[in-house]
């Protein structure tokens, strides 16, 4: 009798999990929906898309496809049946691929008044820039203070004994931050990068996966209270320790090394499918991202800077957020050229 | 009239020979395979075949620095798989003979403890080791052992390897010694044969295909291992799995890819085919017993039971136990000048956890986190037994089709989930979105666990008992019920639990592309973690104790359904 029961259950599911698959089927052939493709760490508030929604009479459906890499991947693959009509997350160490690839249409939207012309890459526009933030090396203040020691100031200082096993770095062949804090390094020192890097390593400098394992793991001031008082991460990753403190805090445990050349920026950029569907849609929905409210929305969501300069900064951000003055900066095309060989060669070296 | 009672006479006949054809060992076969065969075929050979086709290019294999990566991560892969397997079974086997000789307290919960690791996210373990060997300690580790920073992540990955796939040891070869029953080796004994002798020359032939399926699984998912060696490995470390993932995603290189990936199933293909010829070589038939364990009675054998729970609680319960203690514990204070620095205990993380802060479209309340997970892990236990049974069948008793075909069933674990990943994208399109695709892909990974749980014990099943209870008039279905039944539902359970699990610690997940609509409990401690903050940390370890919770609930649940079962016969 149990068996008889659980037979019949069984086939209740594979008839409820039909329906669901004619369900999913209908649902992605509606002509009202625009599908945006994002990286795992997109964010958004539930107004600002709802608002999107209302005004365009439209379904806006997310599709999470890894870490900006791996989604840029998985775009060039289908980019003759895309999975989506927007992709928003590719960053200016990816960009060429991106472009190279041919899979954006041109779109020069009308919001680009209100972003400065430095953002703009892109002078064929196929890819807008939505945001940009810093990545840096924070530090635990605690430790510096308890120790009485010097914050460092320059990649040189990094290597010198008295900073032996403090610091710990992301592999620049699986993490972003990894990628652009070696950039960093690369823009510093041009050639001589890998040198710089050996001394690094015999410096005791620790290399791991990606940010999570890094800052949760290894990052002294986190929660995770690991043995590494400096880690790359970002410069706002201060200002993310007030707002996400279990109690309120009136200054952050962390702060970020932002001396002349330490810091490496990274934009993020939206594009239009080429092949998509809803082209009308994918500009508003465009336009909707330059636009003041979610430019406003996005710093407290994903921690990173809007472009757009009439967008007012959450007061976090303003108090213990850090922008870097002096940024390391490389061009998209050489970095484009040489992304692959550097870090062949970094890995070589760091082995 | 006449004519009638002809055409209905060609009917009958008619009818007779599709009966026959319907009885005919051959269309049972086929019967038996094709629903397997289809799931697999669409859901498996498709995309790879697709992306394969795509992407493999037999110049990849002329460039020498090709070469050099292929042949270094052939040669760390085989390296680490066969120590961790090797290390997996030295705390394995004892376990097995722990759980499936002897009664103690606690043990239920001990066995559900060993599982649980199996279903975390490698963050989470990652961070509940770290909690409990602090880096301070392992610091002066390696100054008090002279050790190189590169030696300690290569034996945490062993350790990592040991904690999460001892389960499968347990389950397996704990299975079929319960079956064995104590009476073999007791006859054994009495005709004086000492303890090793009756290993040697009973227990262990006898335990043969168990041990052998046992050890492919553990050594398959050692081969394929990817989250433990990028977590853990730091830059030093990659097997063929991780490079296929960074040679596919982030330095694009595809052909390699495809190339590594080839190279990594055409090796798990020889496993199976190895598997497959040795476990058909030995077959042996044993009349099931029941419930064999007992209460430990010899000084050697409270020894045994003593250091072994011992060592293993210490193992598996200290480092899981760090995670509630981490989700229930402020650690602000000795940090920095703040206001009101609240100290201890605290349940804000569990509260906050309920609260939709930021208003994000992306916030999922908890128990929403846990009906998903749940729900789908019940989808791929039912539809991985749905098609697992029929196929491991078949196997029990294999013709010349099932000899050829066993291997292939094999691949979903030995096939990169990243290639699969794209594989899908290129075949199914915008569909892959759909929230049907997360069962699938997690009953892709299961199938081969509940294959080959199933199929040693189908295989155990002596005919004689079978042909004696239709002798003594029983129907077919009353011998299914009196005779396999019995003996199935054990390796039943065993399997619906490795399918839940597969399926709760998401397996494959990196096969999808995901909705925001349906996150699973480790798709949202993934968000957690993805930005600083004590929080978002603490959060995560709450969202952790909840999934581990969850876990051994769900395992105990299971295991009590077993007890019930086996009470009725």
Known sequence: MKKLTLLVFSLRHAQGIAILFLLAACASAGPTTLTVMTHDSFAISEDVVTSFEEANNVDVVFLQSGDAGSMLNKAVLSKDAPLADVMFGVDNTFLSRALAADIFDAYQSPALSAVPAEFVLDSSFRALPVDYGDVCINYDKNYFAENNLAVPQSFEDLAKPEYNGLLVVENPATSSPGLAFMLATRAYFGDGFLDYWQSLKDNGVVVVDGWETAYYTNFSASSGNGNQPMVVSYASSPAAEVFFAPSPLTESPTASIIASGMCFRQIEFVGIFKNGQNRDLAEKFVDFMLGEQFQEDMPLNMFVYPVNEAAQLPDVFVNFAQIAENPAMLSYEEIATNRDAWIEAWAEIMK | ?????????????????????????????????????????????????????????????????????????????????????????????????????????????????????????????????????????????????????????????????????????????????????????????????????????????????????????????????????????????????????????????????????????????????????????????????????????????????????????????????????????????????????????????????????????????????????????????????????????????????????????????????????????????????????????????????????????????????????????????????????????????????????????????????????????????????????????????????????LTTLSILLIEKLRFNNAGEF
């Open chain 2, 1 to 549: 009239m006449r004519n009638n009672l002809l055409n209905y006479g060609d009917t009958k006949t008619w009818r007779i020979k599709f009966l026959r054809i319907l009885v005919s060992p051959w269309f049972s076969r086929l019967f038996l395979w094709l629903a397997p065969l289809l799931f697999l075929s669409i859901f498996f050979f498709y995309p790879l075949t697709k992306i394969l086709t795509l992407t493999f290019d037999l110049e990849t294999f002329t460039d020498p620095n090709n070469l050099r990566i292929t042949q270094h991560a052939t040669r760390f892969t085989f390296y680490q798989a066969t120590l961790s397997t090797i290390l997996t079974f030295a705390l394995g086997l004892p376990s097995a003979i722990l759980f499936s000789r002897f009664d103690f307290h606690g043990k239920s919960l001990l066995r559900a403890l060993t599982a649980v690791p199996f279903m975390l996210p490698t963050v989470v373990v990652a961070a509940a080791f770290n909690s409990l060997f602090s880096y301070k300690v392992t610091g002066s580790m390696l100054q008090v052992f002279n050790l190189q920073p590169s030696t300690l992540n290569f034996l945490l990955i062993l350790t990592a390897h040991v904690f999460y796939n001892t389960t499968i040891v347990i389950r397996i070869v704990g299975n079929a010694l319960s079956q064995l029953g104590p009476r073999i080796e007791a006859s054994a004994r009495i005709l004086g044969a000492d303890t090793f002798r009756t290993w040697r020359h009973i227990t262990l032939p006898l335990l043969r295909p168990s041990l052998l399926a046992a050890a492919l699984l553990v050594f398959m998912f050692d081969f394929t291992s990817f989250g433990v060696i990028l977590l853990l490995g730091g830059s030093n470390f990659a097997t063929l799995e991780v490079e296929i993932y960074i040679r596919a995603l982030q330095l694009p290189n595809l052909n390699l890819a495809a190339f590594l990936s080839v190279i990594q199933l055409i090796f798990t293909l020889i496993f199976s085919i190895l598997y497959t010829r040795t476990i058909n070589q030995v077959q042996t038939q044993t009349a099931p017993r029941f419930s064999t364990a007992r209460p430990p009675k010899t000084i050697k054998e409270k020894i045994f039971v003593a250091t072994l729970t011992l060592l293993l609680s210490s193992f598996f319960f200290l480092p899981l136990v760090s995670l509630p203690v981490r989700s229930l514990t402020r650690l602000e204070p000795d940090r920095g000048q703040r206001d009101q620095v609240q100290y201890g205990f605290t349940t804000d993380y569990y509260e906050e956890l309920f609260i939709n802060r930021r208003g994000s479209l992306f916030y999922v309340p908890p128990v929403q986190a846990a009906v998903n997970s749940l729900g789908f892990a019940g989808i791929t236990v039912l539809l991985s037994l749905a098609l697992g049974y029929p196929a491991a069948y078949a196997l029990a008793k294999p013709t010349r089709l099932e000899k050829f075909l066993d291997p292939f069933l094999m691949l979903p674990l030995g096939a990169s989930t990243v290639m699969m990943g794209l594989g899908f994208i290129l075949s199914f399109g915008r569909l892959i979105a759909s929230p049907f695709f997360i069962p699938i892909a997690h009953t892709l990974i299961a199938l081969p666990f509940v294959i080959r749980t199933l199929q040693p014990a189908l295989a155990s099943i002596p005919e004689r008992l079978r042909q004696a209870a239709s002798t003594l008039g029983a129907s077919p279905f009353r011998v299914w019920q009196t005779v396999d039944f019995p003996i199935l539902s054990r390796a039943t359970l065993s399997a619906a639990t490795f399918a839940f699990t597969v399926s709760l610690g998401e397996f494959g997940a990196t096969l999808l592309i995901t909705r925001p609509e349906y996150p699973t409990i480790p798709i949202t401690i993934s968000r957690f973690l993805s930005q600083p903050g004590g929080l978002n940390y603490g959060q995560a370890m709450a969202m952790a104790t909840l999934l581990m919770l």
